[in-house]
């Protein structure tokens, strides 16, 4: 392969308008090889010369080098698959032929700028220039090469680790008369908490509730407020996460009255995990308090407990107390 030279960053540096016309290129008629100071400031820069008198006569053509295409190899090491591929390469090069001896001492921008100055940035005189520097040379050889390139693939072998995880049994002892299944049943804190409201399913009225404080000579005790609707249901919800032991029994009781003698439009319905409890209807004549008490079997250690105060729709407002709830194992 012929020696090359990369003449990219000089064709880069600007040239004046009148000297890129490509009728000025071909327009001399006749070379003067005498030495004035345009063919002088040529032959004197060769290293520069030889590339800007290339391009300005237009007799540069380029080497194609191609690189052949490997196909992808890819090769299973240890369950992993490593894939290497190859692609087409083409090298383009610049191939001008060799010029003798460089004596310039300048940078190439300078060096090619004293050119133009010398040569009065006059067409012809440069083109009659570069045509004696370079000869009757028409154009430079155009060479192609196939080359094979050498191909390395890496492969890691990859291993497999297997680890055995100890498995351990927890077994915890859980027991129920040590272990407080409701929190602020009696409501003494004079806060909800561990207790909390839901919100009542779409098309009921949600009603209004309070602690109310010296309730018939109680500290504290839950009020349900039971505004009436004559289109729909009011009703409050009042629940807690009970701490159960699995397997136990335990019983539910609690003090409760209903103060607005609506009878049975009133309800007081108890769910323990969904599953209904207790269904007290009101009363048509005032009433002291009443208790009562139900049993469940724990599935879990956590056990949902759900009060819903409801009054029917019609007319009429109803008030419903709960105090003294508690929730104890059963022997």
Not at 136 to 142: E, G
Not at 238 to 266: E, H, N
Not at 315 to 321: A, N, P, S, W
Request: glycine share 6%; charged share 15%.
């Amino acid at each position: 392969m012929k020696t090359t030279f990369s003449s990219g960053a000089l064709l880069a540096l600007t040239i004046p308008a009148v000297l890129a016309s490509p009728h000025d290129l071909f327009g001399v008629q006749k070379r003067d090889c005498t030495g004035n100071n345009c063919n002088r400031a040529v032959r004197g820069n060769p290293d520069v010369a030889a590339p800007f008198c290339y391009t300005y006569l237009g007799r540069i053509t380029t080497e194609t080098d191609v690189a052949t295409e490997y196909t992808t190899t890819t090769t299973t090491v240890t369950n992993t698959v490593a894939t290497v591929t190859v692609y087409d390469s083409t090298i383009t090069a610049t191939v001008l032929p060799p010029w003798v001896a460089k004596r310039a001492t300048q940078g190439p921008e300078e060096t090619l700028s004293s050119i133009i100055k010398a040569c009065t940035s006059d067409a012809s005189k440069i083109s009659s220039a570069c045509s004696c520097f370079l000869g009757d040379a028409t154009s430079t050889v155009t060479e192609s090469t196939t080359t094979t390139l050498p191909v390395t693939v890496t492969e890691t072998a990859t291993d497999t680790l297997t680890v055995d995880v100890p498995t351990y049994t927890v077994t915890e002892t859980c027991y129920p008369r040590a272990t407080p299944a409701i929190g602020n049943g009696l409501f003494n804190t004079g806060s909800l908490s561990p207790w909390y409201t839901v919100p009542v399913e779409s098309g009921v009225k949600q009603g209004s509730n309070s602690l109310v404080h010296n309730w018939f000579g109680h500290n504290f005790a839950f009020k349900a407020g039971l505004e009436a609707s004559t289109s729909k249901a009011t009703k409050v919800k009042l629940a807690q996460d009970l701490v159960t032991c699995p397997g136990a029994k335990y019983k539910i009781s609690f003090w409760y009255i209903f103060i607005g003698l609506r009878g049975d439009d009133a309800h007081i319905v108890v769910y323990v995990n969904g599953v209904q409890k207790f269904n007290i209807k009101g009363s048509l004549w005032p009433v002291w308090l009443f208790s009562t008490d139900a049993t469940f079997t724990a599935t879990s250690g956590s056990t949902y407990l759900e009060f819903d105060f409801v009054l029917d729709k019609g007319r009429g407002d109803e008030d419903i107390y709960i105090d003294g709830v508690t929730v104890t194992p059963v022997p």
